[in-house]
């Protein structure tokens, strides 16, 4: 079985900040023309200069990743004369919100979660997009686990923290804190059926996976099922950068939704994860990149939100206030929350169809 690894474990750690300081995206996203823009709007887009997003999570096939990395292929960013610099995340979320905040970013994949931590502590950036309200952090157990609350006295696995999502669903099971030995625990999922713990957190579209894959099925929970909030394919954007520039922010919204849209077609998947695997090199697992994106858009389209596509829901912002409150350590009120949220890039470039609108007005 191949182990997924972060790639943070593989690459320097200065990858980061010298692609930042200097290694572009591909020349070709540079707008010159634009096909899909008028020329207003086109000299509008040109005027916010090099747009850079930064990746969550270096080039893996999640929501919020693989469909930039296809707007940039599929000429979408230069059709709305759009310079977009692609740079990679080490999946180091507190350097993502820095990056964002100071400017060195302009637009990233980051769950409204970590949107709600980041100004909670000081760090101003705005959400701006969202795919669903329900969220990846999962919990694993050994199907021979029925109820949550068979895990009182028994072992936790998790990589630093139990996500909050996780956290609401074992209180909601009956499970206080210290009923459950949370044990740090490295990266190979195979501890769980192998007995070395009795649980184990991860995420809905990597380690149920991969064991699915090695033929070790495990019984997977979702918080979403036990009516907690969460976030999937989230964006955020530096202040700053959505004041100057309105247009630029909505029409990167309008290219990545285009994107999105176009790759979770059966009929594209393949050559999306192309596009993934040309970006991302040696580290990219085709077979496990499109189960990857396939189950994340799956969650998508089986946990639709109330309101347009891409659109937040203000409802579940503030239910994640208070899940932020009790399980994530930060003071957040509902009231404060939805001011660090903005659905007017989104709500822009989507009709009340759902699809994208395309050409930009």
Avoid at 14 to 36: N, V
Avoid at 91 to 102: E, F, I, M
Avoid at 246 to 256: G, K, M, S, Y
């Amino acid at each position: 079985m191949r182990i997924i690894r972060p790639l943070a474990l593989l690459l320097a750690a200065t990858l980061l900040a010298g692609t930042l300081a200097g290694c572009g995206g591909d020349d070709e996203s540079a707008g010159t023309t634009g096909s899909a823009a008028s020329a207003k709007r086109c000299d509008q887009n040109k005027a916010a200069g090099t747009v850079t997003y930064l990746s969550g999570y270096y080039w893996q096939a999640s929501a919020s990743i693989l469909e930039v990395i296809a707007a940039d292929r599929l000429g979408y960013f230069k059709d709305l004369c759009l310079d977009v610099r692609l740079q990679p995340g080490s999946g180091d979320v507190s350097q993502n919100t820095k990056l964002l905040a100071s400017g060195r970013a302009q637009v990233g994949g980051l769950s409204q979660q970590d949107t709600m931590t980041a100004n909670a502590n000081g760090l101003r950036i705005t959400g701006i997009s969202s795919y669903s309200n329900a969220g990846l952090d999962i919990l694993m157990t050994m199907p021979s686990i029925t109820d949550l609350a068979q895990l009182k006295g028994k072992t936790l696995g998790q990589k630093g923290l139990v996500p909050v999502g996780v956290s609401a669903m074992l209180d909601k099971a009956g499970l206080k804190q210290g009923d459950v030995k949370e044990v740090k625990v490295g990266y190979d999922p195979t501890i769980l059926p192998r007995g070395q713990v009795d649980a184990l957190v991860g995420f809905i579209s990597n380690e149920p996976l991969q064991l699915e894959a090695a033929g070790k099925p495990v019984k997977v929970w979702e918080p979403k099922d036990f009516g907690v909030p969460g976030s999937l394919g989230a964006y955020a954007a530096n202040p700053g950068f959505l004041k100057a520039h309105p247009t630029a922010a909505q029409d990167f919204l309008r290219a990545v939704f285009k994107a999105y849209q176009y790759c979770a077609e059966e009929a594209h998947v393949d050559e999306c994860i192309g596009f993934q695997h040309d970006k991302a090199g040696a580290e990219s697992d085709p077979k496990h990149e499109t189960a990857v994106w396939k189950k994340e858009t799956e969650v998508v389209a089986d946990n639709p939100l109330p309101g347009k596509f891409g659109s937040i829901d203000t409802g579940n912002v503030r239910a994640l206030a208070g899940i932020m409150t009790q399980y994530g350590g930060v003071q957040v009120s509902p009231d404060e929350a939805a001011g660090w949220f903005d659905n007017s890039f989104s709500d822009a470039v989507v009709g009340g169809d759902n699809k994208v609108v395309w050409p930009a007005p």
